[in-house]
C-alpha cells in the first residue's frame, strides 16, 4: 500500500559525471531533509533495469495531499544551497509531478516497480470513469499475476505541482504528468508480465497507454519516517 494519500514522483536522467556524488546527496542530505517533514511517509529511489528513459524513478509519498505543500517542505525548496544546485543541474529529461492517490492495493513492497505514465482522451472519458475502468477490469488480473505485490493508481493534483513551482529555484519547465499506473513485484520477469498484459489490455487504447510512457526499475534506496500516522 502506498504510505499516504498523495505522492510527489520524479523521473530523471542524472549526468554520467556525477552520479555517484548526486547519489551520494540524496542519501546523505536530500532523502533525510524529506523524510523529516511531517506528514512525509516513505521515500523511494528506484533505478532502470532496462532500457528506460529517464533512468532514475523518486517516489516521495505522504500522509495528507496538504503535506505536499506544507511550511515546512516549501522552506525546503526554498532554502538551496551551491550543492542542491549542483546537483539540480546534472538532471537531464525531468518529469514531475504531484499527484493523488486514486487506488492502492496490496499489503508488500516490491523490489522491482514498473512505471507507466499516460494521457487518457479527457474529452471522451470523465476522471471517474477512468479510474473505475482501470480498477475494476486491469487491477484485478494485475494481482492475480505471479509475484505481483502492490498496484497503485495516481492522478495528477496539479495545484500542488503549481506551488512548488512558485517557490522553487529552478524547474518549473520540467515535464508534467497526468495519470500514472505503479506496479510492484517481486522480479524482472514477474514485472515484464504484467507489462504485457498492460500493453494487451484491449481498454488501454482508450486511455492512452499506447502513448504511455513504460519502465521497469529497481529498489537503489527507501527510508520509511518514524512518526506515527496522524
Same mark, same amino acid.
Given at each position: 500500500?502506498?504510505?499516504?494519500?498523495?505522492?510527489? %514522483?520524479?523521473?530523471?536522467?542524472?549526468?554520467?559525471? #556525477?552520479?555517484?556524488?548526486?547519489?551520494?546527496?540524496? !542519501?546523505?542530505? $536530500?532523502?533525510?531533509?524529506?523524510?523529516?517533514?511531517?506528514?512525509?511517509?516513505? &521515500?523511494?529511489?528506484?533505478?532502470?533495469?532496462?532500457?528506460?528513459?529517464?533512468? =532514475? @524513478?523518486?517516489?516521495?509519498? !505522504?500522509?495528507?495531499?496538504? *503535506?505536499? #505543500? /506544507?511550511? *515546512?517542505?516549501?522552506?525546503?525548496?526554498?532554502? !538551496?544551497?551551491?550543492?542542491?544546485?549542483?546537483?539540480?543541474? %546534472?538532471?537531464?529529461? +525531468?518529469?514531475?509531478?504531484?499527484?493523488? &492517490?486514486?487506488?492502492? =492495493?496490496?499489503?508488500?513492497?516490491?523490489?522491482?516497480?514498473?512505471?507507466?505514465?499516460?494521457?487518457?482522451?479527457?474529452?471522451?472519458?470523465?476522471?471517474?470513469? &477512468?479510474?473505475?475502468?482501470?480498477?475494476?477490469?486491469? !487491477?484485478?488480473?494485475?494481482? %492475480?499475476?505471479?509475484?505481483? #505485490?502492490? +498496484?497503485?493508481?495516481?492522478?495528477?493534483?496539479?495545484?500542488?505541482?503549481?506551488?512548488? *513551482?512558485? $517557490?522553487?529555484?529552478?524547474?518549473?519547465?520540467?515535464?508534467?504528468? /497526468?495519470? +500514472? @499506473?505503479? #506496479?510492484?513485484?517481486?522480479?524482472?520477469?514477474?514485472?515484464?508480465?504484467?507489462?504485457?498484459?498492460?500493453?494487451?489490455?484491449?481498454?488501454?487504447?482508450?486511455?492512452?497507454?499506447? *502513448?504511455?510512457?513504460?519502465?521497469?526499475?529497481? @529498489?537503489?534506496?527507501?527510508?520509511?519516517?518514524? @512518526?506515527?500516522?496522524?
Amino acid at each position: 500500500m502506498m504510505q499516504g494519500k498523495a505522492v510527489l %514522483a520524479l523521473w530523471i536522467d542524472i549526468d554520467p559525471a #556525477v552520479r555517484d556524488a548526486c547519489d551520494d546527496w540524496y !542519501v546523505r542530505r $536530500h532523502i533525510p531533509d524529506r523524510i523529516a517533514v511531517p506528514g512525509w511517509r516513505r &521515500v523511494r529511489r528506484f533505478q532502470a533495469i532496462q532500457a528506460t528513459q529517464p533512468e =532514475t @524513478l523518486a517516489l516521495y509519498e !505522504v500522509q495528507e495531499s496538504e *503535506d505536499l #505543500v /506544507s511550511d *515546512d517542505y516549501l522552506r525546503l525548496q526554498r532554502n !538551496v544551497d551551491a550543492t542542491d544546485i549542483r546537483m539540480r543541474d %546534472a538532471f537531464r529529461n +525531468v518529469v514531475r509531478d504531484t499527484f493523488n &492517490v486514486r487506488q492502492s =492495493t496490496g499489503a508488500g513492497e516490491g523490489g522491482i516497480l514498473l512505471s507507466l505514465r499516460f494521457q487518457p482522451d479527457t474529452s471522451s472519458m470523465q476522471d471517474a470513469a &477512468v479510474a473505475l475502468m482501470i480498477a475494476e477490469e486491469l !487491477v484485478p488480473g494485475l494481482r %492475480a499475476l505471479q509475484g505481483i #505485490v502492490a +498496484v497503485h493508481l495516481l492522478q495528477q493534483a496539479p495545484e500542488f505541482r503549481d506551488i512548488h *513551482d512558485r $517557490h522553487r529555484k529552478s524547474g518549473s519547465d520540467d515535464a508534467r504528468v /497526468s495519470w +500514472v @499506473l505503479l #506496479v510492484e513485484a517481486t522480479d524482472r520477469r514477474h514485472a515484464q508480465a504484467a507489462g504485457e498484459l498492460i500493453r494487451g489490455w484491449p481498454a488501454g487504447k482508450k486511455l492512452g497507454f499506447g *502513448d504511455g510512457k513504460l519502465g521497469i526499475y529497481g @529498489l537503489t534506496y527507501g527510508v520509511h519516517a518514524n @512518526l506515527p500516522s496522524r
